[in-house]
Protein backbone atom coordinates (compact mmCIF):
# COMPACT_ATOMS: atom_id res chain seq x y z
CA UNK A 1 0.00 0.00 0.00
CA UNK A 2 1.04 3.43 -1.05
CA UNK A 3 1.76 5.16 2.25
CA UNK A 4 1.15 8.52 0.05
CA UNK A 5 -2.13 7.14 -0.75
CA UNK A 6 -3.04 6.31 2.73
CA UNK A 7 -5.96 7.99 4.78
CA UNK A 8 -6.46 7.48 8.32
CA UNK A 9 -10.20 7.00 9.08
CA UNK A 10 -12.48 8.95 10.33
CA UNK A 11 -13.28 9.09 14.20
CA UNK A 12 -16.44 9.96 15.36
CA UNK A 13 -16.48 13.23 17.23
CA UNK A 14 -17.81 12.45 20.88
CA UNK A 15 -20.88 13.98 22.05
CA UNK A 16 -21.54 16.57 24.72
CA UNK A 17 -22.47 13.62 26.76
CA UNK A 18 -19.43 11.20 26.12
CA UNK A 19 -17.28 14.52 26.50
CA UNK A 20 -18.65 15.79 29.45
CA UNK A 21 -18.60 11.49 30.64
CA UNK A 22 -14.75 11.42 29.92
CA UNK A 23 -13.94 14.68 32.11
CA UNK A 24 -15.81 13.51 34.73
CA UNK A 25 -14.19 9.90 34.89
CA UNK A 26 -11.03 11.47 34.32
CA UNK A 27 -11.44 13.77 37.63
CA UNK A 28 -12.92 11.25 39.73
CA UNK A 29 -10.00 8.63 39.22
CA UNK A 30 -7.29 11.33 39.75
CA UNK A 31 -9.32 12.18 43.37
CA UNK A 32 -7.04 8.86 44.62
CA UNK A 33 -7.20 4.72 45.18
CA UNK A 34 -6.75 2.18 47.76
CA UNK A 35 -3.15 0.83 47.88
CA UNK A 36 -1.32 -1.98 49.65
CA UNK A 37 1.12 -1.78 52.60
CA UNK A 38 2.90 -4.18 54.19
CA UNK A 39 2.74 -4.49 57.79
CA UNK A 40 5.94 -5.69 59.94
CA UNK A 41 3.86 -9.10 60.52
CA UNK A 42 3.89 -9.37 56.75
CA UNK A 43 0.28 -9.14 56.59
CA UNK A 44 -0.95 -7.09 53.68
CA UNK A 45 -3.42 -4.37 53.85
CA UNK A 46 -5.22 -2.05 51.87
CA UNK A 47 -5.23 2.33 52.47
CA UNK A 48 -6.84 4.90 50.46
CA UNK A 49 -4.06 7.20 49.00
CA UNK A 50 -5.01 10.56 48.06
CA UNK A 51 -3.99 12.24 44.67
CA UNK A 52 -1.41 14.68 44.36
CA UNK A 53 -4.67 17.27 43.07
CA UNK A 54 -7.51 15.77 44.98
CA UNK A 55 -8.58 18.98 46.79
CA UNK A 56 -8.59 20.50 43.27
CA UNK A 57 -10.26 17.91 41.93
CA UNK A 58 -13.23 18.16 44.42
CA UNK A 59 -13.65 21.66 43.24
CA UNK A 60 -13.77 20.59 40.05
CA UNK A 61 -16.68 18.48 40.46
CA UNK A 62 -18.72 20.65 42.50
CA UNK A 63 -18.24 23.33 39.14
CA UNK A 64 -19.22 20.70 37.21
CA UNK A 65 -22.68 20.10 39.39
CA UNK A 66 -23.27 23.74 39.73
CA UNK A 67 -22.72 24.05 35.60
CA UNK A 68 -25.10 21.23 34.85
CA UNK A 69 -27.82 22.26 37.85
CA UNK A 70 -29.82 23.38 34.98
CA UNK A 71 -30.16 20.18 33.59
CA UNK A 72 -33.08 18.10 34.49
CA UNK A 73 -31.65 15.06 33.82
CA UNK A 74 -28.98 15.84 36.40
CA UNK A 75 -26.52 13.83 33.93
CA UNK A 76 -23.32 14.91 36.46
CA UNK A 77 -25.19 13.21 39.25
CA UNK A 78 -25.89 10.51 37.80
CA UNK A 79 -22.20 10.34 36.73
CA UNK A 80 -20.91 10.68 40.16
CA UNK A 81 -23.56 7.82 41.11
CA UNK A 82 -22.28 5.33 38.51
CA UNK A 83 -18.55 6.07 39.26
CA UNK A 84 -19.78 5.17 43.45
CA UNK A 85 -17.36 7.87 44.23
CA UNK A 86 -19.36 8.65 47.63
CA UNK A 87 -18.16 4.59 48.90
CA UNK A 88 -14.87 4.55 47.13
CA UNK A 89 -13.22 8.34 47.03
CA UNK A 90 -15.55 11.11 49.63
CA UNK A 91 -16.05 8.72 52.44
CA UNK A 92 -12.61 7.36 52.74
CA UNK A 93 -11.21 10.95 52.48
CA UNK A 94 -13.42 12.00 55.29
CA UNK A 95 -12.26 9.22 57.41
CA UNK A 96 -8.19 9.19 56.50
CA UNK A 97 -8.13 13.24 56.78
CA UNK A 98 -10.50 13.09 60.47
CA UNK A 99 -7.08 11.40 61.85
CA UNK A 100 -4.30 14.30 60.70
CA UNK A 101 -4.78 17.67 62.23
CA UNK A 102 -3.71 20.31 59.76
CA UNK A 103 -5.06 22.97 57.52
CA UNK A 104 -5.26 20.78 54.12
CA UNK A 105 -6.19 17.86 55.94
CA UNK A 106 -9.99 20.08 57.74
CA UNK A 107 -10.56 21.95 54.09
CA UNK A 108 -10.21 18.41 52.45
CA UNK A 109 -12.72 17.15 55.24
CA UNK A 110 -15.19 20.24 54.33
CA UNK A 111 -14.70 20.09 50.48
CA UNK A 112 -16.25 16.35 51.00
CA UNK A 113 -19.32 17.92 52.63
CA UNK A 114 -19.56 20.24 50.37
CA UNK A 115 -19.87 17.62 47.49
CA UNK A 116 -22.08 15.41 49.89
CA UNK A 117 -25.12 18.48 49.86
CA UNK A 118 -25.75 18.45 46.00
CA UNK A 119 -25.19 14.57 45.69
CA UNK A 120 -27.59 14.01 48.66
CA UNK A 121 -30.34 16.63 47.70
CA UNK A 122 -33.91 15.28 47.85
CA UNK A 123 -35.30 15.01 44.52
CA UNK A 124 -38.18 16.43 43.34
CA UNK A 125 -41.83 15.96 44.60
CA UNK A 126 -42.99 15.18 41.29
CA UNK A 127 -40.23 12.09 40.97
CA UNK A 128 -42.47 9.33 40.27
CA UNK A 129 -40.29 6.15 41.88
CA UNK A 130 -41.79 3.43 39.49
CA UNK A 131 -40.43 5.87 36.43
CA UNK A 132 -38.06 3.71 34.16
CA UNK A 133 -36.61 7.30 32.27
CA UNK A 134 -33.48 8.62 33.51
CA UNK A 135 -33.93 9.71 37.11
CA UNK A 136 -35.29 6.02 37.61
CA UNK A 137 -32.28 4.50 39.76
CA UNK A 138 -32.21 7.93 41.99
CA UNK A 139 -34.12 7.14 44.96
CA UNK A 140 -31.93 4.08 45.03
CA UNK A 141 -28.48 5.71 44.56
CA UNK A 142 -29.91 7.91 47.83
CA UNK A 143 -30.01 4.98 49.83
CA UNK A 144 -26.93 3.56 49.02
CA UNK A 145 -25.77 7.00 49.41
CA UNK A 146 -27.23 7.24 53.19
CA UNK A 147 -25.83 3.74 54.40
CA UNK A 148 -22.28 4.96 53.40
CA UNK A 149 -22.96 8.48 55.66
CA UNK A 150 -24.43 6.57 58.52
CA UNK A 151 -21.26 4.58 58.69
CA UNK A 152 -18.74 5.22 61.45
CA UNK A 153 -16.76 8.46 61.83
CA UNK A 154 -18.94 10.42 59.01
CA UNK A 155 -21.28 11.90 62.17
CA UNK A 156 -18.14 12.66 64.17
CA UNK A 157 -16.17 14.19 61.36
CA UNK A 158 -19.28 16.82 60.64
CA UNK A 159 -19.80 17.43 64.21
CA UNK A 160 -15.24 18.31 64.78
CA UNK A 161 -16.26 20.38 60.93
CA UNK A 162 -18.99 22.11 62.42
CA UNK A 163 -17.59 22.90 66.07
CA UNK A 164 -14.42 24.18 65.31
CA UNK A 165 -15.72 27.78 63.92
CA UNK A 166 -18.22 28.03 66.74
CA UNK A 167 -15.61 27.60 69.68
CA UNK A 168 -14.56 31.19 68.01
CA UNK A 169 -14.95 34.07 70.43
CA UNK A 170 -18.05 36.41 69.03
CA UNK A 171 -15.44 39.25 70.30
CA UNK A 172 -12.69 37.66 67.93
CA UNK A 173 -14.59 37.38 64.90
CA UNK A 174 -15.95 40.86 65.03
CA UNK A 175 -12.92 42.85 66.15
CA UNK A 176 -9.83 40.98 65.10
CA UNK A 177 -7.63 42.55 62.27
CA UNK A 178 -8.80 42.16 58.32
CA UNK A 179 -6.66 38.91 57.48
CA UNK A 180 -7.80 37.09 60.10
CA UNK A 181 -11.68 37.89 59.46
CA UNK A 182 -11.71 37.30 56.40
CA UNK A 183 -10.05 33.81 57.13
CA UNK A 184 -12.83 32.99 59.46
CA UNK A 185 -15.74 34.11 57.26
CA UNK A 186 -15.68 31.01 55.01
CA UNK A 187 -15.53 28.53 57.80
CA UNK A 188 -19.02 30.14 59.70
CA UNK A 189 -20.58 30.34 56.12
CA UNK A 190 -20.20 26.28 55.62
CA UNK A 191 -21.23 25.31 58.54
CA UNK A 192 -24.59 25.50 56.82
CA UNK A 193 -23.18 22.50 54.36
CA UNK A 194 -22.03 20.50 56.82
CA UNK A 195 -25.65 20.86 58.48
CA UNK A 196 -27.54 20.08 55.38
CA UNK A 197 -25.63 17.32 54.66
CA UNK A 198 -26.69 15.64 58.52
CA UNK A 199 -30.00 16.83 57.77
CA UNK A 200 -30.27 15.26 54.66
CA UNK A 201 -28.64 11.93 55.67
CA UNK A 202 -31.82 11.49 57.96
CA UNK A 203 -34.74 12.21 55.86
CA UNK A 204 -34.64 10.76 52.89
CA UNK A 205 -37.23 7.89 52.25
Known sequence: LDAASFTMP????????????????????ALGALEEYQEEN??????YAMGDECLACMKDIRKLIRNDSENPDNYVLHLLGEF??????????VLVNTELTSDVSE???????????????????NHD?????????MIDLHRRYKVSLLQ???????LDVILKP????????IFETASNFTSEIPN?????????AIMLSFVWS
Not at 116 to 123: E, H, I
Open 84 to 93: NIMSTDLIPI
Open 129 to 137: ENDESGDSN
Open 166 to 173: LSIPFKYV
Open 188 to 196: LINIENVLN
Open 10 to 29: DVPELTPEEQLRAEVLSICS
Open 152 to 158: SGILEAA
Open 107 to 125: RLVLACFELFVPMTWPLAE
Open 42 to 47: GEILTK
